[in-house]
């Protein structure tokens, strides 16, 4: 199984710019495709972005296409999320997650131990 930890999180004001990180060990990571999602206090997980295995093909939510780019480095086995243009409602904590079957574009594709622990941003006005 695959662990994780992201990294990135902290405050950030509203507009500007910021780069999570999520560091991969155990299996390989190549053989896993990755997600961002994130929670806010009282509301469901919800899905932010996905990358297929290679990196070739990626998807967003609606409510970060064009402000968030996933991306990932295989030789570094970590994956990113650039956010820009943050708004106060991009306030949670955000995780990545793997799935070695299909690219995640869901919560509930994602099993319990394939979750890290999570960053906070908090995005202020």
């Known amino acids: 199984q695959v662990q994780l930890v992201e990294s990135g999180g902290g405050l950030v004001q509203v507009g500007g710019s910021l780069r999570l990180d999520c560091a991969a060990s155990g299996r390989t990571f190549s053989s896993y495709a990755m997600g961002w999602f994130r929670q806010a206090p009282g509301k469901e997980r919800e899905f932010l972005a996905a990358i297929s295995w290679s990196g070739g093909t990626t998807y967003y939510a609606d409510s970060v296409k064009g402000r968030f780019t996933i991306s990932r480095d295989n030789a570094k086995n970590t994956v990113y999320l650039q956010m820009s243009s943050l708004k106060p409602e991009d306030t949670a904590v955000y995780y990545c997650?793997?799935?070695?079957?299909?690219?995640?574009?869901?919560?509930?594709?994602?099993?319990?131990?394939?979750w890290g622990q999570g960053t906070r941003v908090t995005v202020s006005s």
């Open positions: 997650a793997a799935n070695s079957r299909v690219v995640p574009r869901n919560p509930t594709m994602i099993a319990p131990g394939s």
